[in-house]
């Protein structure tokens, strides 16, 4: 196949590229320095040097067989339905007709499922309470699995650790100053994943795309972890003098970061053999934490 990734460099993008390419496929990368486009060619992925507003990647559109939208950044909300505007245009002008439609790999996330201690939810569940930071996603998910124009799917990454932490990031540093501190209160569960589990599900996704359209897959570890057994072995693994806190969330985002999802993905496994592999958060925290 040849894939376009979105966002090629980044926490979700690199592993997923990589992977592609690994599995035997040409992967081009959007890059917007020169160091990164050199980046990704050490990879073996091809380099498109521009931002994803720009032009320099939508000429590709004419032979791809998927394009994989892993962008991130606080303009998500704006850029992704510009993004697939601009894709299902492009798709309509430059693919000669009776070509097969173009599958385009939408990244949400389970925030979109909304903040409960209590209710189990799947890959099928109705969306009824998003987290208030991804409440416009809902909207942009039906727009790209109703699309006539591409073959839309989309995959839901749950909480993301490993390698540099994404999120758990800041508490891992603050660990290191010395104190753990994060949003929340006591009883909270995190649903995970590892991106390069994340990343053999893309693969998969993508390998499989003339069969999936208009799914929506959830992407987390097949059990939840205690945020209270989190702290308290991040405590122990960074030596922190103190013992672990919880504040009250100051913004929309710790919001988000002090949310609860039960999230229980069927559809990934039951369709494509999908399955995490990589040990768990608390279990590979040492690991984690020392990366």
């Known amino acids: 196949m040849k894939v376009l990734v979105l966002g090629a460099t980044g926490f979700i993008g690199l592993p997923a590229a990589q992977a592609l390419s690994r599995a035997g496929h040409m992967v081009y990368g959007l890059a917007r320095t020169q160091s990164k486009a050199k980046m990704l060619a050490a990879e073996e992925i091809i380099p498109v040097l521009g931002d994803v ?33 601009r894709v299902t245009k492009a798709a309509t002008e430059l693919r000669p007709a009776g070509a097969p439609l173009l599958s385009y790999i939408y990244t949400s ?72 501190v994060w949003p929340g209160t006591p009883g909270g569960r995190y649903s995970v994943i590892h991106p390069d589990d994340l990343a053999d599900l893309y693969v998969r996704v993508a390998e499989k795309a003339s069969l999936l359209g208009g799914k929506i897959f959830d992407a987390a570890n097949p059990s939840t972890e205690s945020v209270d057994d989190l702290l308290q072995k991040l405590v122990q693994i960074s030596g922190a003098k103190t013992p672990y806190e919880y504040r009250k969330p100051e913004n929309l985002f710790e919001e988000a970061v002090q949310s609860t999802g039960l999230v229980r993905p069927y559809l990934a496994n039951t369709l494509l053999g999908w399955c995490a592999k990589k040990p768990g958060l608390i279990d590979g925290l040492d690991t984690y934490y020392a990366a």
């Open 109 to 180: 996330g389970t925030w979109v499922q909304g903040d409960s201690r209590t209710d189990v939810v799947t890959d099928t569940t109705p969306i009824v309470r998003p987290v208030e930071l991804v409440a416009w996603r809902p909207a942009i998910e039906q727009l790209v699995v109703r699309s006539t124009a591409v073959n839309g799917i989309v995959v839901r990454p749950a909480l993301l650790y490993g390698r540099s932490a994404s999120i758990l990031a800041p508490l891992f540093k603050a660990a290191s100053q010395g104190r753990v």
């Open 53 to 85: 507003d720009s032009d320099a990647w939508i000429p590709l559109i004419a032979t791809l067989d998927a394009i994989l939208d892993a962008v991130g950044g606080p303009d998500q909300a704006s850029l992704a339905r510009t993004t697939l505007e």
